[in-house]
């Protein structure tokens, strides 16, 4: 989820993309976020994150190394209830999954109370290389988050859209979970609805992390509202924000794209932010409130403008898994978003790419590029079903370029690195 343009004082102007929704640019002062630095509510960033802020998704180019962003395509689809048969056939090529069962999803890698680490989780076969499933039914989803639960599949996505599925490959949409809620409205004025949601379940309760902001601003808030049950009842929002970005402060980054991971002592701790000075980690307790003042900088694309955003974070077999969207989004067929990976043994870092580039210096092993027939693949977001690991993103259906829910197995090859999936 974007909409910033920055680096060094640039401006960038509104530009329209091929997705549905409205368009989006930032402006940003191009510091460096280094230990130290204090942003909204007295937070420090440590991680030395460098590189001036610059455009989220949608980024074109705009004169002497500034960029424009375009935000078009945040809306998503709506969705909602339905029932998973146990036991079902998932996906094409004969995957099932472990009907019924509660995947952490969101990153929520093992629940509060961890879990075994996934060394049986998504193991790589090379005579069967992961496959992108055919999916029907509403497939409008921006930034999908997808978790199993109460015998059913749900996806959460930007415009706060949800859907849910019986099988995995056969979508249906319903209402909205819930409106921005007034503590957002009230904070950042111009909230028209919320971006880039994240579902997981810990310590008890299953919560949905969103983010509310303008385009034209990184003026952001991460909101947090919680459920006992995905089938029944109704979402608690907090009433105040997870974290802000340039709310009574200065920030050289962007509270956006939230993301849960569980360490491997059952801690819950958030992911965020999108291009500026890169992606953050925050420390949450068992009730998914943010921990101390601490912001760490885990990734970041200095020389590359800055240019990513939507980190996703898992943990598997001894490594915490960082997933990233890199480039351009939502210009319809147009788009440049990829998605990339990078690994470390802890949830606050150091982490690398295959090829040992720090995360912080612009490291990131390629998982799933444009083709012919789809561009853009990011906004992803991981899901554990049983054994089974599933990579659900979104892309831009050529020629024409309408957003769509894509959905592979995610495979983990004898080095312990995903293996790249087709768009």
Not at 175 to 194: N, Y
Not at 205 to 232: E, V
Not at 272 to 277: E, V, Y
């Amino acid at each position: 989820m974007g909409g910033n343009v920055g680096s060094g004082g640039t401006t960038g102007g509104v530009v329209s993309s091929g997705g549905s929704g409205s368009a989006g640019g930032a402006s940003s002062a191009g510091g460096v976020a280094a230990g130290g630095t204090t942003q909204a509510g007295g937070s420090t960033v440590t991680g030395g994150a460098t590189g001036g802020a610059t455009s989220a998704g949608g980024a074109v180019d705009a004169g002497a190394g500034g960029r424009t962003n375009s935000d078009a395509g945040r809306t998503g689809g709506s969705g909602g209830g339905g029932a998973l048969a146990t036991g079902g056939a998932l996906a094409t090529g004969g995957i099932v999954g472990a009907g019924g069962s509660t995947a952490i999803g969101g990153g929520a890698g093992g629940g509060s109370g961890g879990s075994p680490d996934r060394c049986d989780v998504g193991v790589y076969d090379s005579a069967s290389p992961p496959k992108v499933f055919s999916l029907t039914g509403n497939l409008v989803a921006h930034d999908p988050s997808a978790i199993a639960a109460d015998n059913s599949y749900y996806l959460f996505c930007t415009g706060l859209g949800a859907e849910t599925s019986t099988n995995m490959t056969t979508w249906k949409s319903a209402a909205k979970p819930f409106a921005a809620p007034t503590w957002l409205t009230d904070t950042i004025s111009g909230v028209t609805d919320l971006w880039a949601p994240d579902i997981s379940q810990f310590g008890g309760k299953y919560h949905l992390y969103y983010a509310g902001s303008t385009f034209g601003s990184n003026k952001s808030c991460i909101g947090h509202a919680t459920r006992d049950s995905l089938a029944s009842g109704s979402w608690t929002d907090d009433g105040a924000a997870t974290i802000c970005s340039n709310v009574d402060s200065s920030d050289n980054w962007n509270a956006i794209d939230p993301n849960v991971v569980i360490d491997t002592d059952g801690k819950p701790w958030l992911t965020l932010g999108s291009f500026w000075s890169g992606i953050k980690v925050i420390q949450i307790d068992s009730a998914g409130k943010r921990v101390g003042t601490t912001v760490t900088a885990i990734a970041d694309r200095p020389k590359s403008g800055g240019a990513l955003e939507a980190p996703f974070m898992v943990r598997r077999c001894g490594y915490y898994y960082l997933f990233m969207s890199w480039d351009t989004c939502c210009k319809g067929a147009n788009s440049t978003y990829n998605i990339r990976v990078v690994r470390g043994t802890s949830v606050t870092g150091p982490f690398a790419d295959k090829a040992g580039t720090a995360a912080l210096q612009g490291g990131g092993t390629l998982m799933a590029e444009g083709d012919a027939s789809f561009a853009g693949p990011g906004g992803q977001s991981v899901m554990f079903v049983g054994n089974q690991a599933y990579l659900v993103y979104h892309a831009y259906a050529k020629p024409g370029g309408a957003i769509t829910l894509r959905i592979a197995e995610l495979l983990w090859d004898s080095d312990g690195w995903p293996v790249p999936v087709g768009p």
